[in-house]
């Protein structure tokens, strides 16, 4: 069995198969998803709030695996919580 890096998170899809996050793709995906805070949100952001969450499923939930659709699901709020309060007076 290969060892998992300790930062590597699998990811479940919908379709049954499993293979470790891919980072560069998903923060691209992401950074996109906040248009009105593109000038605002850096992707070097959105990689460090996706390596957070990463830390957390891994250290806090004792996860090694999670779904596509939950772990963008919780990037997503995590990240319009940051920008709200990041773009307020």
Partial sequence: MI?????ALLVCFAD???????MHDLVAQLANDFPKAR?????WIVEKA???LIRHFRE???RDRIS???FIS???MLLASF??????P
């Fill in 3 to 7: 060892a998992l890096h300790n930062q």
């Fill in 68 to 70: 596509l659709g939950e």
């Fill in 50 to 52: 996706v390596e957070s």
């Fill in 60 to 62: 806090n939930s004792q």
């Fill in 83 to 88: 920008v709200q309060e990041a773009l307020e």
């Fill in 39 to 43: 000038g605002n949100l850096e992707p």
């Fill in 16 to 22: 049954g198969h499993i293979e470790p996050l891919n």
């Fill in 74 to 76: 919780t990037a997503r």
